[in-house]
């Protein structure tokens, strides 16, 4: 089961659940299943078009995703991949 | 570098960097010769200042519009109660010169924009970015990349944060990425909530806030390595850390100018006619409940926000609106408030679309106002 880390941002659509794991040959069936699990996470990850939003990077161990195979990027069953979502607290 | 000198006291100061032999004199000559902007001094702000000026970083200039108030004090230690309403680039100036009065600073109590960011990040070497908005990050990031200045970014939120070096050129004379290679684009409004909106634990700006200032200091002195091409992310409540590869994106297009970053970010412009509703002030409300008539106060925030404060409205959080939408009048005025306006702005637009309602005011400014001009003894959060 490949492990996925949910960032802050992001948990409450997980019931808090800081890390899912899924079974999956790459990362959109990763990604698909989490959605699949928590609908309401779907929208903030994917847009209409069932893209990647531009603002979220996908990571698989430290590597982002759009330096390997993006989308079809292989993911084995010790995988673990990160949802980097962009904030932009400091000073508020 | 050896033009720069100390003094007997600067030299008694600085001997806990000055005997590690990696630093040493010429360390501090370095830290000593450099200028360094910090843009904000709330969370992130405050221990990186604090720890630079300690640090002995020669001239440190510190950029901000806002003052201090209460609810900054959980975090901004830079802060105490007696600076509360006074500007907070002059409070954070005197506290530092009292930590140490051989760094030159720089005041700015000014918003950084796209028509002065230029000219203030020109007189600096490094820039230290501890915003809180998604278009003062992408405008400090567009004017470092067209100065060619490093730009140490930290960011945080509830538990979380993130830390990066962007735009750094090494010793080869190659630049790594910056903001824009890690994030094209900024979230629409609305999508990730601002601390102010969200929450921060603390503590978190004074972990990720102490990580920016040592990525400075290696900036400037050359020790180590710097997180050029790479993403610290911290976890508090898993303790879980892990640095990521951060790549040039070649698709980026090349920054050449500075643009309307409200704009950019879905903030202003078209967009804020699109969130045009019916408005009441907080005023108009208290009228309409001193002349007793018949109206609905519906409150969208979430059920821990109601504790802090509440005007005793029907607490329907902005996430179900839909699924109560049987609990909301439709025959007589009803008043949406939240705690600054936006979530209940978005909840009558939903509500106007999908259900054809035509009977909502927004309460301007929310409970925020409601608390800073007809209740004062409302806390404000």
């Not at chain 2, 002059?90 to 000014?110: D, M, Q, W, Y």
């Not at chain 2, 637009?349 to 301007?364: H, I, M, P, V």
């Amino acid at each position: 089961m490949a492990r996925i880390i949910i960032p802050t941002p992001l948990r409450k659509f997980t019931n808090n659940q800081s890390t899912i794991e899924v079974e999956a040959i790459d990362i959109r069936e990763s990604i698909d299943a989490l959605s699949s699990l928590y609908p309401d996470l779907k929208k903030q990850l994917l847009d209409d078009t069932g893209e990647i939003r531009k603002f979220v990077r996908i990571y698989l161990g430290d590597e982002d995703i759009k330096v390997l195979n993006n989308e079809r990027t292989p993911v084995t069953d010790d995988a673990v991949i990160s949802i980097v979502p962009a904030i932009a607290g400091g000073l508020a | 570098m050896t033009s720069i000198k100390f003094s007997k006291e600067e030299l008694e100061r600085y001997s806990r960097h000055l005997i590690i032999p990696e630093f040493n004199i010429e360390g501090q000559r370095r830290l000593k010769g450099a200028k360094v902007l910090v843009v904000g001094s709330g969370g992130l702000g405050s221990p990186v200042l604090l720890y630079l000026t300690a640090a002995g970083v020669g001239t440190i200039g510190i950029i901000d519009f806002d003052v201090v108030d209460e609810t900054n004090l959980q975090r901004q230690v830079l802060f105490t109660v007696d600076d509360i309403g006074k500007p907070k680039s002059t409070s954070a100036i005197n506290r530092l010169k009292g930590l140490n009065p051989h760094v030159r600073f720089i005041e700015h109590n000014t918003r950084l924009t796209s028509d002065n960011a230029l000219e203030i990040l020109s007189e600096y070497d490094i820039v230290a970015d501890g915003t809180d908005n998604f278009p003062t990050r992408y405008l400090v990031n567009d004017a470092s990349v067209i100065l060619q200045k490093p730009n140490v970014y930290a960011s945080i939120f509830r538990f979380e944060g993130q830390v990066s070096v962007f735009n750094y050129t090494d010793k080869d004379g190659n630049t790594g990425p910056n903001y824009r290679d890690l994030f094209p684009t900024p979230p629409p409004p609305g999508l990730v909530p601002s601390c102010a909106e969200g929450g921060v634990l603390g503590v978190l700006p004074g972990i990720i806030g102490s990580l920016q200032a040592n990525e400075v200091i290696k900036v400037i002195t050359g020790i180590g390595e710097p997180l050029n091409g790479r993403l610290f992310l911290f976890d508090a409540l898993t303790f879980e850390t892990r640095t990521l590869k951060v790549h040039k994106d070649p698709e980026q297009p090349q920054i050449v100018k500075l643009i309307d970053y409200e704009i950019f970010c879905g903030l202003g412009g078209q967009d804020e006619e699109a969130v045009d509703v019916k408005e009441v002030t907080v005023q108009e409300l208290e009228n309409l409940k001193d002349r007793g008539s018949d109206f609905q106060l519906i409150d969208v925030r979430e059920p821990y926000e109601y504790e802090i404060a509440n005007l005793s409205g029907t607490l329907i959080p902005l996430a179900e609106i839909e699924q109560h939408v049987d609990q909301i009048a439709s025959d007589k005025q009803v008043v949406v408030h939240c705690r600054s306006g936006v979530r209940s702005a978005q909840a009558i637009q939903t509500l106007e679309k999908s259900f054809g309602f035509t009977n909502l005011y927004n309460l301007k400014g929310g409970i925020l106002a409601y608390a800073e001009e007809i209740d004062n003894s409302l806390a404000k959060y």
